[in-house]
């Protein structure tokens, strides 16, 4: 049926192969057979099939939720990533490319987009010269303003990426107001019918202005709102704001305020004169309408003027003294139950069964890995790295101290001590200087390769910021309307941002590491040769007997550092033991017993990852609280051991300066130069393994922000050369108007070429007794 109102397209998307991907994911990801869901997968297929191409009837709308309600159940299911889901745009001027997603949240917002659009097209397909036509519409353009507001605050917000522009925020806005008003436009429509009081009439018409009003303010915000459609609620907004005002003012006559009423029928001209400036780009049906209201409103006020110059001659106020007309809000944005609560539907036999019941949620899956990083991340964090700090503040105090070098120097004054001796083959075991350079050079290639990933992100998304920043710069913000660079690719700026603040500490780190590596070179490669070059390079003492005091003193430092040998061999025990309990602590069982659980008390409910938490933390402080308290403890005896030692070595030090026989102190510092070494080699080896695991870690998020880029750089450049060639035909068509007569005005989508009723006399003149008849055909 012809209407002059708007509806809003449906967006379209293609055909999605789902059975191998969910075959192949199921077989690889989840400890079942994809067999078990052969139903499930058809089943689905189907649902998707038939939203495909739809027809303007309630069995479509039908369609959409079944598929919707699916989607909402099997976002707890499956990954978001699994699919890459392709729809185009039905808004704005970019309509040719697609946007494509690899996010089920991205496919659920385009349903829930359609179902919306259907629901207008459904309002505009109804019967508005009868009462119960007026009343479907109304709830159909409700409910697409519920489905708009529902996908705005809510569904919106789950997706990773940012929405394009004909889905954000501003665009729905829109979207949201233009069902508001129209549905308001229903219920003034049906108060005229039934020859309401004209104060009721007014407000309902103020309040139809009022939500043009706001999808004006809105439109502004959005290069996705055509100019045919901006045209078109503004010529509305102020045909209403004019119908306002002429109840208002029939109202004024029916009190006997002259003056008053002369007053607004000339505000009506006015808001009509506004209306008539944007109608010649609008349908005929609206034009139509506005001609009609000027020419009562024109004779009307000829008649008022008359009446109050020849009999009441009351004085008319300044239209900015009228009282304003408050607006009366009939309408609401209402959400549906099946689209606020889609598992909730999924339990009738109208959108239900839900598929896929039997497969283990992949939220049970995301909480074992959540498990796996709070396991590791307590286990390295507050057990293995503490220990390993004690162990380094342990070494450089023996360091300090000169141990166990002034030790050795007297014990063995030729050759290696056999302690030492043991060291030099653990270095060569796990392949000496050469291996350390080797990793430090692949930890640079990593860092390399890590670091062109982001800047070629970087160079991507600058490009494409300095293309946009031409077009507005060559078209200004009035005519290049859509999105800056930045705040369309808001998610990927900030992912950029972070990655790269971590890739800058991280070669902070790595020149850190180098720096070591180069101040101990030497050693290093002293340590990697064989027994007897290194026999060479360290000094020899003299052998003498040693003073009965200072053999004493030595005694007691032997004794000490036997306590630190075993003290060391104990901590390297139990770091094997946390990292073998780590390495074994399987919560796959816990998981599966929690989420039958869920499952039984909630069939249909949501699993989330969250409702984990408890479980978890108590199976870690069952595990791992008892090791953290042991590392607290030996804190405590490593503290109590270093004070031991210090005075210890302050008696062993004294003494040997009241020896009559002089020690090596070339020997002493050689051998104390290389078990420092020692042990900065292997402090070396460690922290390169965990850079190489870092940066192997760190290139699937580069790589993915690489795609993510790509891709929001490919659709940018679709809607930058499809916005120019719209901008270029406008061009020509202002062009074309100069030197030719005017062009039929633009028809606005499914508006009809007249909604003026004419009377008995065929005349096509507004009278009285007709009322204001928006969006009828008679």
Request: charged share 25%; proline share 4%.
């Amino acid at each position: 049926m012809a209407t002059n109102m708007l509806t809003v397209p449906l967006r379209r998307t293609e055909p999605l192969q789902l059975n191998s991907a969910l075959r192949s994911y199921i077989e690889q990801s989840y400890d079942q057979h994809p067999d078990m869901f052969k139903r499930d997968i058809a089943s689905l297929e189907e649902l998707r099939a038939s939203i495909l191409d739809l027809d303007i009837r309630s069995s479509s709308l039908v369609s959409l939720k079944k598929y919707f309600a699916q989607l909402t159940y099997l976002s707890s299911k499956f990954p978001a990533d699994i699919f890459i889901f392709k729809w185009y745009s039905s808004l704005g001027y970019a309509t040719t490319a697609a946007v494509q997603h690899p996010d089920i949240q991205y496919e659920r917002t385009n349903v829930l987009y359609n179902i919306a659009s259907m629901h207008t097209l459904l309002a505009a397909e109804e019967n508005r010269t009868t009462a119960q036509g007026l009343k479907n519409a109304a709830q159909q353009f409700q409910a697409a303003a519920g489905c708009f507001t529902f996908l705005k605050e809510h569904v919106i917000s789950e997706m990773k990426l940012s929405p394009p522009e004909d889905l954000n925020k501003n665009t729905l806005e829109v979207l949201i107001n233009i069902s508001l008003a129209q549905a308001q436009e229903c219920f003034w429509q049906k108060a005229v019918l039934d020859s309401m009081k004209n104060s009721l009439i007014a407000r309902l018409a103020h309040q139809v202005s009022e939500f043009y009003s706001k999808a004006i303010d809105e439109s502004i915000k959005t290069s996705s709102i055509k100019s045919e459609w901006i045209n078109h609620i503004t010529c509305k907004k102020h045909h209403f704001e004019a119908a306002a005002q002429y109840r208002a003012a029939a109202e004024s006559l029916a009190t006997g305020k002259y003056g008053d009423e002369i007053a607004r029928i000339q505000a009506a001209q006015e808001a009509v004169k506004r209306a008539l400036a944007s109608a010649k780009h609008v349908s005929p049906a609206v034009a139509d309408d506005l001609k009609g209201l000027q020419a009562k409103l024109k004779s009307d006020l000829a008649r008022a003027e008359k009446d109050n110059d020849m009999i009441y001659l009351k004085m008319v106020p300044s239209i900015s003294a009228l009282t304003p007309i408050k607006g009366a809000v009939t309408v609401s944005a209402t959400v549906a139950p099946e689209i606020k609560d889609p598992i909730e539907a999924l339990k009738s036999t109208v959108y239900g069964p839900p598929l896929f019941v039997k497969l283990v949620p992949f939220a049970a899956h995301q909480a074992a890995s959540i498990y796996v990083d709070r396991r590791d991340t307590l286990v390295n964090h507050l057990i293995i790295s503490k220990l390993e700090v004690l162990t380094v503040q342990l070494h450089e105090t023996l360091t300090r101290l000169g141990l166990p070098g002034s030790l050795q120097a007297l014990e063995r004054p030729v050759g290696l001590p056999p302690s030492f001796a043991a060291h030099v083959a653990e270095i060569h075991a796990s392949g000496g200087f050469s291996s350390l350079a080797s990793s430090i050079e692949d930890v640079r290639n990593l860092s390399q390769v890590n670091a062109s990933m982001y800047v070629a992100a970087s160079e991507t998304l600058a490009s494409e910021r300095t293309e946009d920043d031409e077009m507005r710069a060559r078209y200004g913000t009035s005519g290049w309307r859509r999105l800056p660079s930045q705040d369309a690719g808001k998610e990927q700026y900030e992912q950029l941002q972070s990655l790269g603040a971590t890739l800058k500490a991280a070669s902070e780190s790595d020149e850190a590491v180098r720096a070591k590596f180069r101040e101990n070179e030497n050693a290093f490669r002293l340590l990697s040769e064989d027994i007897s070059t290194i026999e060479k390079h360290v000094p020899s003492g003299s052998s003498q007997e040693l003073a009965p005091e200072l053999e004493q003193r030595l005694d007691e430092m032997r004794s000490k550092m036997a306590l630190v040998s075993k003290f060391e061999y104990a901590r390297r025990q139990f770091l094997n033991s946390v990292r073998e309990k780590a390495s074994n602590d399987d919560v796959t069982d816990l998981v599966l017993r929690e989420t039958a659980r869920f499952e039984q008390r909630d069939p249909l409910g949501k699993i989330e990852a969250t409702m984990f938490d408890k479980v978890f933390t108590e199976r870690l402080a069952s595990l791992y609280d008892s090791d953290k308290e042991h590392v607290d403890n030996e804190a405590e005896e490593q503290s109590a051991l270093l004070v031991d030692i210090e005075l210890a070595n302050m008696d062993f030090t004294a003494a040997i300066a009241r020896s009559r026989g002089t020690v090596s102190s070339e020997r002493e510092l050689a051998l104390q130069s290389l078990e420092s070494a020692y042990y900065k080699y292997f402090e070396l080896i460690h922290t390169l393994n965990e850079g190489r695991k870092f940066y192997n870690d760190i290139s699937r998020p580069l790589a993915q922000l690489q795609d993510e880029v790509n891709d929001f750089v490919f659709s940018r450049r679709v809607e930058l050369r499809d916005e120019q060639q719209e901008l270029a035909a406008q061009f020509e068509r202002i062009q074309l108007s100069r030197t030719q007569s005017p062009l039929p005005a633009p028809r606005a989508q499914g508006l009809p070429a007249s909604v003026l009723k004419k009377p008995g006399n065929g005349s096509g003149v507004w009278s009285p007794d007709m009322g204001i008849q928006f969006g009828n055909r008679f």
